[in-house]
Each structure stands twice: as C-alpha cells, then as structure tokens.
Nanobody, 127 residues
Framework: QVQLVESGGGLVQAGGSLRLSCAAS????????VGWVRQAPGKERELVAA????????RYADSVKGRFTISRDNAKNTVYLQMNSLKPEDTAVYYC????????????????????WGQGTQVTVSS
C-alpha cells in the first residue's frame, strides 16, 4: 500500500505559477503509476496529468497541455505538478492518485483505475 500527501496549493493570480507535490510512503513507489486529478465545484473529476511508474511516459489533458508538467523523483518518493500560466478555470481541488502497476512505461489514463488517493490540495486562481 501507499499513502499520498499533497502540498503546494494556494491562491495565485491569473498568469501565475504553482508547483504541487505529492509525497508517498512505501518503499515500492517506483512501481506505481501516478496521476493528478482535479475537481471543481459542480464539475466532474478531470485527470489533468499522468506519469508512468518509470517516469518516462506522460499524458496531459488538452485543457492543460503546454502549461502543466508532471514529473517524479522516485528516489524521493515524490511526484510534482508544475502549473504555469494559470487561469481562473484551473481553480479546483487537486488530488494525487496512484495505482500499482510495476515498473513500466504505461500511463494510467482512467480515473477509476487509480486505487490510492491523497486528501487533496486547493488551488484558487483569481482573475
């Protein structure tokens, strides 16, 4: 099992940047695929970025492509989401999610396939 703790959320003006971190417990974190999922009030969850367990493959939602970058440091058991050029529509609670998959280049792109979730961190972008 793995436990996930997000940090780095906050209030930022439109056009600004934030970096979210997802710290994981467990010695086998390098065998987990990870995604960042956001949910805004009244809206469905959206997988904004995902990364393979190896870190060599990534996927992005069209809404964030070119602005967000997902990365991971398996030695530190941490996944990051660098968010640049933020827009008010990026306002949401951002969750880190993980699922065991072994060491692979496969990216998990279905939200329901993620088994472990953090508590979420609020990101608010003001106009």
């Amino acid at each position: 099992q793995v436990q996930l703790v997000e940090s780095g959320g906050g209030l930022v003006q439109a056009g600004g940047s934030l970096r979210l971190s997802c710290a994981a417990s467990g010695r086998t974190f390098s065998s987990y695929a990870v995604g960042w999922v956001r949910q805004a009030p009244g809206k469905e969850r959206e997988l904004v970025a995902a990364i393979s367990s190896s870190g060599s493959s990534t996927r992005y939602a069209d809404s964030v492509k070119g602005r967000f970058t997902i990365s991971r440091d398996n030695a530190k058991n941490t996944v990051y989401l660098q968010m640049n050029s933020l827009k008010p529509e990026d306002t949401a609670v951002y969750y880190c999610a993980a699922t065991y998959i072994g060491l692979t280049i496969v990216v998990v792109t279905t939200i329901d396939d993620y088994n472990y979730w953090g508590q979420g961190t609020q990101v608010t972008v003001s106009s």
